[in-house]
Protein backbone atom coordinates (compact mmCIF):
# COMPACT_ATOMS: atom_id res chain seq x y z
CA UNK A 1 0.00 0.00 0.00
CA UNK A 2 1.52 3.60 -0.71
CA UNK A 3 2.62 5.80 2.09
CA UNK A 4 -0.03 8.16 1.02
CA UNK A 5 -2.76 5.79 1.43
CA UNK A 6 -1.39 4.39 4.81
CA UNK A 7 -1.23 8.17 6.15
CA UNK A 8 -4.59 9.02 5.23
CA UNK A 9 -6.06 5.79 6.83
CA UNK A 10 -4.26 6.72 10.10
CA UNK A 11 -5.74 10.28 9.70
CA UNK A 12 -9.46 9.08 9.24
CA UNK A 13 -9.86 8.38 12.69
CA UNK A 14 -8.06 11.88 14.19
CA UNK A 15 -11.16 13.97 12.93
CA UNK A 16 -9.88 17.60 14.15
CA UNK A 17 -8.09 16.58 17.08
CA UNK A 18 -9.49 19.12 18.75
CA UNK A 19 -8.87 20.99 22.79
CA UNK A 20 -10.50 19.38 24.22
CA UNK A 21 -9.97 16.34 21.80
CA UNK A 22 -13.35 14.04 20.94
CA UNK A 23 -13.00 10.10 22.46
CA UNK A 24 -10.94 9.37 19.26
CA UNK A 25 -8.26 11.62 19.23
CA UNK A 26 -5.66 9.93 21.96
CA UNK A 27 -5.73 6.78 20.33
CA UNK A 28 -5.09 8.73 16.58
CA UNK A 29 -2.72 10.94 18.27
CA UNK A 30 -0.55 8.50 19.94
CA UNK A 31 -0.53 6.93 16.06
CA UNK A 32 0.51 9.94 14.63
CA UNK A 33 2.87 10.55 17.48
CA UNK A 34 4.89 7.53 17.23
CA UNK A 35 5.57 8.70 13.72
CA UNK A 36 9.53 9.47 13.42
CA UNK A 37 8.38 12.42 11.35
CA UNK A 38 6.75 16.01 11.33
CA UNK A 39 3.21 15.36 10.97
CA UNK A 40 0.61 18.27 11.80
CA UNK A 41 -2.77 18.02 10.74
CA UNK A 42 -4.04 21.91 9.12
CA UNK A 43 -7.30 22.81 8.79
CA UNK A 44 -9.38 24.59 5.90
CA UNK A 45 -7.52 27.98 6.21
CA UNK A 46 -4.07 26.29 6.93
CA UNK A 47 -3.98 26.52 10.68
CA UNK A 48 -2.54 23.82 12.63
CA UNK A 49 -4.74 21.77 14.44
CA UNK A 50 -2.25 19.30 15.62
CA UNK A 51 1.33 18.76 16.26
CA UNK A 52 3.59 15.11 17.08
CA UNK A 53 6.59 15.44 19.00
CA UNK A 54 8.64 15.63 15.69
CA UNK A 55 6.89 18.57 14.50
CA UNK A 56 7.13 20.33 17.87
CA UNK A 57 11.27 19.77 16.84
CA UNK A 58 11.04 20.48 13.31
CA UNK A 59 9.10 23.42 13.90
CA UNK A 60 11.20 24.20 17.59
CA UNK A 61 7.96 25.20 18.99
CA UNK A 62 5.30 23.51 20.72
CA UNK A 63 2.27 21.83 20.14
CA UNK A 64 0.35 24.52 21.98
CA UNK A 65 2.21 27.51 20.29
CA UNK A 66 1.58 25.70 16.92
CA UNK A 67 -2.04 25.75 17.24
CA UNK A 68 -2.36 29.39 17.68
CA UNK A 69 -0.46 29.41 14.24
CA UNK A 70 -1.70 29.19 10.58
CA UNK A 71 1.33 28.13 8.12
CA UNK A 72 1.63 31.35 6.67
CA UNK A 73 2.98 32.72 9.81
CA UNK A 74 5.61 30.69 9.17
CA UNK A 75 6.12 30.97 5.44
CA UNK A 76 5.69 33.08 2.75
CA UNK A 77 2.15 33.11 0.74
CA UNK A 78 3.76 31.87 -2.60
CA UNK A 79 5.80 28.86 -1.20
CA UNK A 80 5.16 25.80 -2.82
CA UNK A 81 4.36 23.99 0.29
CA UNK A 82 0.74 26.22 -0.59
CA UNK A 83 0.80 24.74 -3.78
CA UNK A 84 1.02 21.36 -2.33
CA UNK A 85 -1.99 22.03 -0.17
CA UNK A 86 -3.82 22.99 -2.82
CA UNK A 87 -3.71 20.04 -4.90
CA UNK A 88 -4.30 17.81 -2.06
CA UNK A 89 -7.96 19.85 -1.77
CA UNK A 90 -8.27 19.76 -5.49
CA UNK A 91 -7.59 16.31 -6.19
CA UNK A 92 -8.72 14.55 -2.76
CA UNK A 93 -5.78 12.25 -2.74
CA UNK A 94 -2.23 12.14 -1.64
CA UNK A 95 0.18 14.75 -2.96
CA UNK A 96 4.24 14.89 -2.59
CA UNK A 97 7.26 17.14 -3.15
CA UNK A 98 11.13 17.39 -2.22
CA UNK A 99 14.01 18.96 -1.76
CA UNK A 100 12.21 22.02 -0.51
CA UNK A 101 13.74 24.96 1.54
CA UNK A 102 11.54 26.05 4.10
CA UNK A 103 13.40 29.52 4.64
CA UNK A 104 11.49 32.65 6.70
CA UNK A 105 12.18 34.47 9.25
CA UNK A 106 11.21 31.83 11.93
CA UNK A 107 11.90 28.34 10.41
CA UNK A 108 14.87 27.50 8.28
CA UNK A 109 14.79 24.15 6.74
CA UNK A 110 16.28 22.47 3.76
CA UNK A 111 16.08 19.72 1.49
CA UNK A 112 12.78 18.60 3.08
CA UNK A 113 10.37 16.35 1.52
CA UNK A 114 6.82 16.81 2.24
CA UNK A 115 3.39 14.93 1.57
CA UNK A 116 -0.63 15.93 2.13
CA UNK A 117 -3.01 13.46 2.50
CA UNK A 118 -6.93 14.65 2.43
CA UNK A 119 -8.77 14.33 6.15
CA UNK A 120 -13.14 14.65 4.95
CA UNK A 121 -13.17 14.99 8.79
CA UNK A 122 -12.31 18.61 8.65
CA UNK A 123 -13.64 20.72 6.21
CA UNK A 124 -10.21 21.50 3.91
CA UNK A 125 -8.24 19.49 6.47
CA UNK A 126 -4.92 18.22 5.32
CA UNK A 127 -2.30 15.53 7.41
CA UNK A 128 1.10 17.30 6.53
CA UNK A 129 4.51 15.04 6.99
CA UNK A 130 7.69 16.84 6.85
CA UNK A 131 10.99 15.23 6.70
CA UNK A 132 14.28 17.20 7.02
CA UNK A 133 17.23 15.58 5.17
CA UNK A 134 19.77 18.24 5.99
CA UNK A 135 20.30 15.86 9.74
CA UNK A 136 20.67 13.19 7.94
CA UNK A 137 22.95 14.79 5.74
CA UNK A 138 24.30 16.45 8.27
CA UNK A 139 25.03 13.06 10.27
CA UNK A 140 26.19 11.54 7.24
CA UNK A 141 29.04 14.14 6.88
CA UNK A 142 30.04 14.06 10.60
CA UNK A 143 30.39 9.95 10.05
CA UNK A 144 32.28 10.53 6.79
CA UNK A 145 34.74 13.00 8.38
CA UNK A 146 35.19 10.44 10.90
CA UNK A 147 36.87 8.51 8.64
CA UNK A 148 38.76 11.45 7.42
CA UNK A 149 39.72 11.95 11.14
CA UNK A 150 41.08 8.84 11.33
CA UNK A 151 43.21 9.13 8.40
CA UNK A 152 44.21 12.60 9.96
CA UNK A 153 45.02 10.89 13.21
CA UNK A 154 47.42 8.47 11.04
CA UNK A 155 48.91 11.62 9.58
CA UNK A 156 49.44 13.58 12.59
CA UNK A 157 51.43 10.96 14.42
CA UNK A 158 53.67 10.23 11.45
CA UNK A 159 54.36 14.63 11.49
CA UNK A 160 55.24 14.29 15.01
CA UNK A 161 57.41 11.68 14.74
CA UNK A 162 59.21 12.66 11.24
CA UNK A 163 58.84 16.63 11.72
CA UNK A 164 59.03 17.66 15.28
CA UNK A 165 62.36 16.00 15.78
CA UNK A 166 63.98 17.54 12.71
CA UNK A 167 61.86 21.04 14.03
CA UNK A 168 64.08 20.55 17.37
CA UNK A 169 67.76 20.63 14.94
CA UNK A 170 66.31 23.93 13.01
CA UNK A 171 65.45 25.51 15.54
CA UNK A 172 68.63 24.69 17.40
CA UNK A 173 70.66 25.72 14.68
CA UNK A 174 69.09 29.11 14.59
CA UNK A 175 69.70 29.37 17.50
CA UNK A 176 73.65 29.07 17.60
CA UNK A 177 73.57 31.05 14.52
CA UNK A 178 72.12 33.66 16.34
CA UNK A 179 75.13 34.07 18.61
CA UNK A 180 77.10 35.15 16.56
CA UNK A 181 75.12 36.73 13.61
CA UNK A 182 74.86 40.18 12.49
CA UNK A 183 71.93 42.32 13.38
CA UNK A 184 69.71 41.74 10.12
CA UNK A 185 70.90 37.93 10.26
CA UNK A 186 69.46 37.63 13.68
CA UNK A 187 66.29 39.02 12.77
CA UNK A 188 66.18 36.17 9.98
CA UNK A 189 67.88 33.72 12.82
CA UNK A 190 64.50 34.72 15.08
CA UNK A 191 62.25 34.51 12.20
CA UNK A 192 63.43 30.55 11.81
CA UNK A 193 62.51 30.09 15.51
CA UNK A 194 59.61 31.68 15.31
CA UNK A 195 58.18 29.43 12.28
CA UNK A 196 59.62 26.25 13.41
CA UNK A 197 57.48 26.80 16.90
CA UNK A 198 54.45 27.59 14.80
CA UNK A 199 54.73 24.52 12.36
CA UNK A 200 55.31 22.60 16.23
CA UNK A 201 51.90 24.14 17.58
CA UNK A 202 49.96 23.15 14.37
CA UNK A 203 51.58 19.29 14.25
CA UNK A 204 50.54 19.25 18.03
CA UNK A 205 47.29 20.62 17.30
CA UNK A 206 46.64 17.73 14.73
CA UNK A 207 47.37 15.31 17.20
CA UNK A 208 44.55 16.11 19.22
CA UNK A 209 42.39 14.07 15.96
CA UNK A 210 43.97 11.05 17.28
CA UNK A 211 41.74 8.29 18.41
CA UNK A 212 42.09 7.64 22.34
CA UNK A 213 40.31 5.57 24.64
CA UNK A 214 37.12 7.68 25.96
CA UNK A 215 35.16 7.09 29.13
CA UNK A 216 32.45 7.93 29.52
CA UNK A 217 29.12 8.17 32.22
CA UNK A 218 26.12 10.01 33.12
CA UNK A 219 26.88 13.84 33.41
CA UNK A 220 24.68 16.53 34.75
CA UNK A 221 25.60 18.78 31.52
CA UNK A 222 24.08 22.15 33.48
CA UNK A 223 27.14 21.69 35.78
CA UNK A 224 29.31 21.84 32.83
CA UNK A 225 27.56 24.51 31.47
CA UNK A 226 27.40 26.72 34.42
CA UNK A 227 31.45 25.97 34.40
CA UNK A 228 31.92 26.57 31.52
CA UNK A 229 30.29 29.98 31.89
CA UNK A 230 32.14 30.81 34.51
CA UNK A 231 35.00 30.53 32.62
CA UNK A 232 34.00 32.14 29.90
CA UNK A 233 32.51 35.36 32.28
CA UNK A 234 36.34 35.34 33.66
CA UNK A 235 37.57 35.75 30.69
CA UNK A 236 37.16 35.94 27.24
CA UNK A 237 33.44 36.68 27.60
CA UNK A 238 33.90 39.07 30.20
CA UNK A 239 32.13 42.09 28.52
CA UNK A 240 29.35 40.35 26.88
CA UNK A 241 26.07 38.77 28.41
CA UNK A 242 25.51 35.08 28.90
CA UNK A 243 22.00 34.21 29.70
CA UNK A 244 20.89 30.60 30.63
CA UNK A 245 17.65 28.83 29.42
CA UNK A 246 17.75 25.03 30.93
CA UNK A 247 15.34 22.53 31.33
CA UNK A 248 15.46 21.80 35.29
CA UNK A 249 14.00 18.46 34.42
CA UNK A 250 16.53 17.69 32.28
CA UNK A 251 18.28 13.83 32.55
CA UNK A 252 22.10 13.24 32.28
CA UNK A 253 23.85 13.38 29.32
CA UNK A 254 26.04 10.36 28.34
CA UNK A 255 29.57 11.37 27.83
CA UNK A 256 32.87 12.56 28.96
CA UNK A 257 32.92 15.73 31.12
CA UNK A 258 36.43 16.95 30.33
CA UNK A 259 35.42 16.63 26.40
CA UNK A 260 31.58 18.52 27.27
CA UNK A 261 33.74 21.09 28.12
CA UNK A 262 36.27 21.49 25.61
CA UNK A 263 33.16 21.46 23.08
CA UNK A 264 31.19 23.82 25.14
CA UNK A 265 34.39 25.97 25.58
CA UNK A 266 35.16 25.96 21.67
CA UNK A 267 31.57 27.39 20.66
CA UNK A 268 31.24 30.03 23.28
CA UNK A 269 34.66 31.21 22.55
CA UNK A 270 33.76 30.96 19.04
CA UNK A 271 30.19 33.11 19.67
CA UNK A 272 32.18 35.50 21.85
CA UNK A 273 34.67 36.47 19.02
CA UNK A 274 32.13 36.74 16.87
CA UNK A 275 29.51 39.31 18.46
CA UNK A 276 29.75 42.80 18.75
CA UNK A 277 30.95 43.70 21.97
CA UNK A 278 28.95 46.77 22.60
CA UNK A 279 25.59 44.59 22.56
CA UNK A 280 26.74 41.05 22.08
CA UNK A 281 24.82 38.45 23.68
CA UNK A 282 25.07 34.58 24.43
CA UNK A 283 22.20 31.80 25.47
CA UNK A 284 22.94 28.54 26.99
CA UNK A 285 19.89 26.17 26.51
CA UNK A 286 19.05 22.90 26.88
CA UNK A 287 15.85 20.72 25.74
CA UNK A 288 14.58 17.40 25.56
CA UNK A 289 13.30 15.85 22.58
CA UNK A 290 11.32 12.66 23.56
CA UNK A 291 11.26 10.33 20.86
CA UNK A 292 14.30 11.87 18.29
CA UNK A 293 16.10 9.13 16.82
CA UNK A 294 18.27 9.62 13.89
CA UNK A 295 18.93 6.83 11.21
CA UNK A 296 22.45 6.30 10.90
CA UNK A 297 22.72 6.83 6.61
CA UNK A 298 24.03 2.87 5.31
CA UNK A 299 22.53 0.87 8.40
CA UNK A 300 20.08 -0.03 9.86
CA UNK A 301 21.19 1.38 13.54
CA UNK A 302 19.07 4.04 14.89
CA UNK A 303 20.67 6.58 16.94
CA UNK A 304 18.38 7.86 20.19
CA UNK A 305 19.49 11.81 20.81
CA UNK A 306 17.22 13.45 22.92
CA UNK A 307 19.04 16.22 25.35
CA UNK A 308 19.81 18.62 22.97
CA UNK A 309 22.20 21.74 24.06
CA UNK A 310 22.59 25.06 22.74
CA UNK A 311 24.94 27.86 22.07
CA UNK A 312 23.34 31.02 20.73
CA UNK A 313 24.47 34.26 19.78
CA UNK A 314 23.52 37.10 18.14
CA UNK A 315 26.47 37.97 15.79
CA UNK A 316 26.47 38.59 12.31
CA UNK A 317 26.20 34.86 11.22
CA UNK A 318 28.75 32.49 9.17
CA UNK A 319 29.23 33.37 5.43
CA UNK A 320 26.90 30.83 3.26
CA UNK A 321 29.87 29.83 0.86
CA UNK A 322 31.74 28.29 4.28
CA UNK A 323 28.15 26.24 5.92
CA UNK A 324 28.15 23.01 4.32
CA UNK A 325 31.98 23.11 5.18
CA UNK A 326 32.24 24.30 8.54
CA UNK A 327 33.00 21.88 10.58
CA UNK A 328 36.14 20.52 8.35
CA UNK A 329 39.49 21.13 9.10
CA UNK A 330 41.47 24.00 8.31
CA UNK A 331 37.55 26.32 7.43
CA UNK A 332 37.63 29.25 9.25
CA UNK A 333 36.90 32.58 8.78
CA UNK A 334 39.49 34.48 11.50
CA UNK A 335 42.08 36.10 10.53
CA UNK A 336 44.57 34.19 11.44
CA UNK A 337 42.78 31.50 11.98
CA UNK A 338 44.13 27.82 11.75
CA UNK A 339 40.47 26.39 11.34
CA UNK A 340 40.77 23.71 13.56
CA UNK A 341 38.76 24.67 16.71
CA UNK A 342 34.93 23.44 14.87
CA UNK A 343 36.77 20.26 13.39
CA UNK A 344 37.48 19.29 16.52
CA UNK A 345 34.34 20.16 18.16
CA UNK A 346 32.76 17.89 15.41
CA UNK A 347 35.34 14.88 16.40
CA UNK A 348 34.67 15.05 20.15
CA UNK A 349 30.36 15.11 19.77
CA UNK A 350 30.96 11.98 17.33
CA UNK A 351 33.04 10.32 19.94
CA UNK A 352 30.82 10.59 22.38
CA UNK A 353 28.24 9.38 19.80
CA UNK A 354 26.17 12.60 19.41
CA UNK A 355 25.46 15.08 16.51
CA UNK A 356 26.10 18.55 16.54
CA UNK A 357 24.58 21.04 13.65
CA UNK A 358 24.75 24.43 12.68
CA UNK A 359 21.83 27.12 11.91
CA UNK A 360 22.96 30.24 10.87
CA UNK A 361 21.74 33.93 9.53
CA UNK A 362 22.67 37.53 10.35
CA UNK A 363 21.56 38.02 13.98
CA UNK A 364 21.71 34.81 14.66
CA UNK A 365 24.07 31.88 15.13
CA UNK A 366 23.05 28.47 16.92
CA UNK A 367 24.80 25.35 17.37
CA UNK A 368 22.76 22.14 18.58
CA UNK A 369 24.37 19.42 20.19
CA UNK A 370 22.43 16.57 20.15
CA UNK A 371 23.55 13.60 22.71
CA UNK A 372 22.08 10.34 24.42
CA UNK A 373 21.00 9.70 27.60
CA UNK A 374 22.55 7.47 29.37
CA UNK A 375 21.85 3.62 29.38
CA UNK A 376 19.35 2.48 31.65
CA UNK A 377 21.99 0.00 33.51
CA UNK A 378 24.04 3.20 34.78
CA UNK A 379 24.32 4.87 37.26
CA UNK A 380 22.87 8.72 36.64
CA UNK A 381 24.02 11.82 37.90
CA UNK A 382 21.63 14.89 39.49
CA UNK A 383 19.55 16.46 36.83
CA UNK A 384 18.99 19.89 37.13
CA UNK A 385 21.00 23.55 37.01
CA UNK A 386 22.86 24.64 39.41
CA UNK A 387 22.55 28.67 40.26
Same mark, same amino acid.
Given at each position: ????A ?32 A ?40 H ?5 L ?8 P ?51 R ?43 ? @?? #? ?5 ? &? +??? $??? %? ?5 ? =? ?44 Q @?? #? ?5 ? &? +??? $??? %? ?5 ? =? ?75 D ?12 P ?15
Amino acid at each position: MRAGALLGRAARGVAALREPPPPAAPEAAAVLGALPVAAVVLDGEDRFRFANPAAELFFQLSAGSLRTLALRDLLPADHRLFALLAQVRAHDAPVSDHDLALESPRLRRFGVSAQGAPLPEIPGGVVLTLQDGSTAQMLDRQLNFRGAARGASAMAAMLAHEVKNPLSGIRGAAQLLEQGASEGDRELCQ @LI #QDEADRI &K +NLV $ERM %DMFSERP =IERAAVNIHEVLDHVRRIALSGFAAHLKVHQEYDPSLPAVWGNRDQ @LV #QILLNLV &K +NAA $EAV %DPRDGEI =ILATAYHHGVRIAVPGSLERVHLPLQVLVRDNGPGIPEAIRATLFEPFVTTKRGGQGLGLALVAKLVADLGGLVECDSRPGRTAFRLSMPAPPPTSRRADTGATA
